[in-house]
Structures are given as C-alpha cells and as structure tokens.
C-alpha cells in the first residue's frame, strides 16, 4: 500500500497543541525529542502517558499511529489514527487518508470509503493532483465492495511434492504443450551470500501429475541468483533476471541461454543495449512467435520511489533487438506495473499493477492487443483472485483453463508454493493450438536439421520461422485460434513438406496437430502433396493464398536445373469422371502456368490430370475425399 496522504511527523505539529492541559503537553513534547533522536520505545510510553493525561489529544493519537506503522503494526496504528480522527475530524486531515489506506488493509473497503470522502471534505484547497488520486481510491473501494459481492470461482491446487518443498518455490514458466515447466527456488547454500541463492529447476508432467524437479545445472544455475525464468514455446531458449552480476549493465539485467543438443543450457549471454541500461531491467516474458519480449523495466522519480512499467522489445532480422518501448495508456500508469506475462496467443498480456482500479496494494489484470495494435482497457480479474494484498506472477496455460501463481498460503508444503487454479471463463485468453513435429531422413529415419516456416493463409504474415532441434530433429510451434497456416519445411538436397491447419473456428479445447515428417532426396519417383494450394469449387483458377506453395515448389526448381517434375491433379469420385478428369487436368495446367510464367523450361514440366481414377484414402468418407482432391508432383 503506497500511502499518498500527508504524513504526520513530530516536526509538522505546532507548539499550538490541540490540548489545554499543561502535563499532556510536557509529556507529548518529551515524546517528540525522543522520537527524533530514534528511541521510539521511550516516545512511546511518553505519547501513552500524554493520552492518559487526555483521551482526545489528537497530536499524540497521531504520532503514536504513526510510529506504529512505521513498524508495520497495522492494528494499533489503525486504533490510534482511528482515535484521533474521531476526536476532531478537521484537526490535521490527512489523517483519514492515512486510516482509510489501513482500512483497505484489512479489506474494511466500506470504511475505508468514509474515510476517503471524509479527507475531501475536511482539506482544505486540496490540489487537482490530490483530489484525483482521491477519487481514484474511493472508485477503488466501490470496486472492490462491488466485486465481494460477486466472488469469481477460485480454488487453488497445490502442484504438489514434485515441484515444491519447504524452500520457497515460484515463478513458474511452461512449454506451450505443457509438458516442461521451469520455475525458480531459493535453495539454502552455505556458499551464498546471507546461506541460500535461487536456482532453476525443471519438471516434467507425466499422467498429469508434475514429476520430482531436477536442477537445471551449470552454466545456467550459478552461485550467484537467477530468477524469474521465461521459457520459449518450444521450450529452447529461456530469458531470466539476473543481478549485480560482473557483465551487467544496471542492477538488475535479462539474460538468454539456450538449450543444447545434449539438453543441457548454453552459458547466460547478456542481452545488452538497448534492452538492458543503467536501470532496472527484469520479469521477461518471451511471446510464441519467437521475436517478441515484454519485460519490465524501472527506475525512480524526484521523490526517489521506484517507477515499474511494461516495455517490449522485437528481435529484428539482423539479429538485433529493437530500441524498447514503452506500453502506451491504459496499459502502464503513473503506478507500478510488474510481473508482465505475454500469452502464446500473442495478443493477451497479464500483468499487476498498483495504478488501476482495484481490490487494493497490487491487483492481477489482463489486457488484448487490438486489430490495429492498440491495447485495449485493463480488466481487473476480479475477487478472491484479487484481494487487499499484492498479488503477482501469474502465468496462463497455452488452452487458457489453467492459471498458475506462488503462495504461502496454509496447507502448502511450507514457505511459497506453485498453485494453479482454474482460470474464470470471462478473462480467459485466445486459445491456442500447436503443432509438435519430428523432421526425419525419409530412408534412413535419422532426425533433420531443417527449416520451418508457420505463414498466416488470409494476411501472409510468418508466423515462426526457425529450425529443428539438430539432435532431435523437432520443432513445436504455436497457433493461436481464429486463423488458418500454412506449414513449409525445407532442407537443402531434399524434397519439401507442406501443410495446413484451419483454426479459424476456435473450439472449446486445444487442439494438438503431431507430425511425423520424412524428408525424402529428388530422386525419380519420388512425389510431394501441394497441400497448400487451394481452388474454389469446379474451379481451376489458383486462389491468393496458394502463392506460398507456388513459389516454394518455383524455388526448388531454380535450385535443381536438372529435375524434370510430373504435377498431378486429383479429385475425389464425386460427379461426373469426364468432368473430373478436365477438372483435375486443368488445374495442374494452372500449376505449369504459373512456373512456365516465371522462367522455368516448359519441358521440365508435365501436368496430367488424374480425376478420380487414383485414390488414397476411402471415398465413402468426407475425411476421405478431401485427401483425394489434391495436387500433387513427381520427380521424373
């Protein structure tokens, strides 16, 4: 809780004490002297002894509540401001304020609001600035009398003895199948400085149940700390904090390690300018697109308290990060924004912040990225998620049902635990769906390091572009709902792949689309499904959206002078067979058109059609059918 009313220090109060009698004032004044040469014990039983001598002096009322929450003792400081403000209302009334922020402390928000308004009501010419903030505290308190009355369903799990034990687990970070999660521990070392550092550990989910976690390791873990860890999607590259390290450039910096072929992690690299400055750089949150980093960044205002905002950053072809920007109103506030996490929708961004609305201290929001960019109005997810407390990094599962966060809450394995909770419908993100592959040596069944490629079918915008594991020849990669992709794999001296996925109708669960790709060499007989060319009904007119194959299949010809190619058009056993054979006839015509258009030898190129005559699936089924409309070519 930040305390924005006028503080009420010894100094502030006059020899024109609000009291007549002469002991009160002798005591009261001995108090003062003490307080300021720090010996608040002894103040203490001389301001106690001041209020025997009169119940209603407000001057040692206030000192006293003051003292006390100095020392974070909220209850007695609650009973003497409360005391004092009763005894005259319009003595010093900055008081209220100072007892309405401990009301909210103890969630007594209709209180609280009283005393709110009653600060307005007994200041005199308050500024704007004042007022504002005012207001916005009691917009607060009726928010949050508001949302206790219409609680959100809550009910935290325990993630259980795999993953947390009596040291203090937190800031959980996931692949985006859910299957890997990597999170921070403090972990007692008698090396360390103060006997304990943070380390990352690593658990594996197995017949839904998190398996026992593992330490990440060297390079990674050191004996200085490491925390607030963001794993990529496909759980490669991970972004952390670290401070006060020899190659920082502020007290706090963003550093990168990736995994290796061997499942160990690189050696931290420091991000560097323009991410990391002077300042305090820290919580990163990778998005699933492979180029995107949120992270917050801090630094302090004239009246030395610590300003925190959301900055994000893009990772640009020339393998440089972008100069970071920060998130526009109604994003970041005049407040603190912290524990940014990013979606692997790409567009959804959870985040706390003491600058909205809200239950009190820091509250959890969730903003969405616009069509045209923009971010739209922070939503508040709402009570018992929220409460009077600070509450912070929370992370959301890839099919939006699961929230994860850290609590000390009873019951635990001891200290802070990872919890998960399910998430309320209504502040849930777009869903997600991935495609998880293995890229292999169609003879010889050993993994490929290839190139992929995920391209938006409607906008033509890559979605991810990368590379396979080299040892394992796998990839995993997001797809947000809403839309469909086309997927292209390539590797010099074989033949591509393609694909598509139609998430344009987001469904009521994650979808997984798991591929088993084999690559094969140019070599005579060999064929490749175009499964990115599209046509509209008895039509042979190539849409828009097959231009990606075109050019993929264009490409691989300029590569290879010397492959001659079959292109075959297929349909199902729908219709009329002679219609079906000009149809298909036709649009492998169109296929030759379109290479012969752009330079390639028209004697490279033969385009037959097929009809139905050569299936490869069962025409009794629409599944079947699809399978056999298609276009497809042959090596020669």
């Known amino acids: 809780m930040v305390f924005v009313s006028v503080t009420v220090s010894a100094q502030s109060i006059q020899n024109q004490y609000h009291t007549s009698n002469k002991a009160a004032i002798r005591l009261f004044e001995e108090g003062k002297k003490q307080y300021d040469s720090r010996q608040d014990d002894k103040a203490i039983r001389s301001f106690q002894s001041a209020i025997e001598k009169d119940s209603l002096f407000s001057d040692a009322l206030l000192i006293l509540g003051q003292i006390y929450l100095e020392r974070q003792d909220n209850e007695l400081a609650r009973k003497y401001y409360r005391k004092a403000v009763m005894a005259d209302p319009a003595y010093l009334p900055g008081a209220h304020a100072i007892v309405g922020d401990i009301e909210v402390m103890f969630a007594n928000y209709p209180t609280a609001l009283s005393d709110y308004r009653n600060y307005l009501k007994y200041v005199q010419s308050p500024s704007a600035d004042r007022v504002n903030e005012m207001n916005r505290r009691i917009s607060g308190c009726e928010f949050a009398i508001d949302a206790m009355k219409h609680p959100v369903p809550f009910r935290p799990q325990n993630l259980g003895k795999g993953v947390n034990t009596p040291e203090a687990e937190y800031f959980p970070s996931f692949t985006v199948d859910q299957r890997q999660m990597v999170f921070t521990r403090d972990v007692r070392d ?92 820290s919580q990163p949150s990778f998005s699933s697109d492979g180029k995107t980093l949120y992270f917050i960044r801090g630094s302090y205002n004239r009246e030395r308290r610590r300003m925190t905002d959301i900055y994000v950053t893009t990772f640009r072809e020339d393998m440089t990060w972008s100069e970071p920007r920060k998130l526009p109103s109604p994003v970041n506030t005049t407040g603190q924004e912290e524990s940014v996490f990013i979606h692997q929708d790409n567009k959804t961004l959870y985040f706390s912040s003491d600058g909205h609305i809200g239950m009190g201290g820091k509250d959890i929001y969730y903003t969405r990225m616009q069509s045209d960019s923009t971010w739209s109005t922070p939503v508040n997810l709402g009570y018992p998620v929220n409460t009077q407390a600070d ?156 231009k990606p194959e075109l050019e993929r299949l264009l490409a691989f010809l300029k590569k290879n002078p010397a492959v001659r190619i079959a292109i075959g058009g297929h349909t199902d056993s729908s219709g009329d067979d002679r219609k079906n054979k000009v149809l298909s006839e036709q649009r492998a015509t169109s296929v030759k058109r379109f290479l012969t258009d752009r330079n390639i030898d028209p004697a490279r190129v033969d385009a037959i059609g097929y009809g139905s005559t050569n299936p490869v699936a069962d025409n009794a089924t629409e599944e079947g059918r699809a399978l056999n409309r298609r276009t497809e070519f042959v090596i020669r």
């Not at 390079?219 to 952390?240: C, K, Y």
């Open 190 to 281: 008698p090396a360390a400085s103060g006997g304990h550092q943070e380390d990352f550990l690593i658990s594996s989910l197995k017949d839904s149940v998190w398996g026992v976690a593992r330490n990440a390791g060297a390079p990674l873990n050191s004996v200085m700390n490491e925390g607030a860890p963001s794993i990529s999607a496909d759980g490669r590259v991970l972004f952390f904090t670290a401070c006060e390290r020899p190659d920082g450039r502020g007290s706090c910096d963003i550093y990168l390690s990736r995994r290796m072929d061997d499942g160990s992690w690189s050696k931290p690299v420091n991000l560097g300018s323009p991410v990391n400055t002077s300042a305090w750089e």
């Open 391 to 546: 509450e912070n990094s929370v992370v959301v599962s890839a099919d939006g049902r699961k929230a994860y966060f850290a609590s000390d809450r009873s019951g635990g394995q001891g200290n802070l635990d990872i919890y998960a909770f399910d998430l309320p419908e209504s502040v849930r993100p777009v869903l997600v769906s991935y495609v998880k592959a293995k890229v292999s040596d169609a003879s010889s069944g050993f993994p490929l390091q290839a190139e992929f490629e995920i391209v938006d079918v409607s906008s033509g915008e890559v979605i991810v572009s990368n590379t396979t594991d080299r040892r394992k020849g796998e990839f995993l990669a997001c797809l947000p709902a809403g839309r469909s992709y086309l997927l292209n794999v390539n590797k010099e001296g074989y033949l591509f792949y393609s694909d598509h996925f139609n998430c344009a109708e987001a469904t009521s669960r994650q979808q997984a689309f798991e591929l088993d790709i084999r690559l094969s060499k140019p070599v005579a007989g060999e064929r490749v499904v175009l499964k990115n060319l599209f046509f509209d009904l008895n039509s042979f007119d190539l849409k828009p959206e097959s």
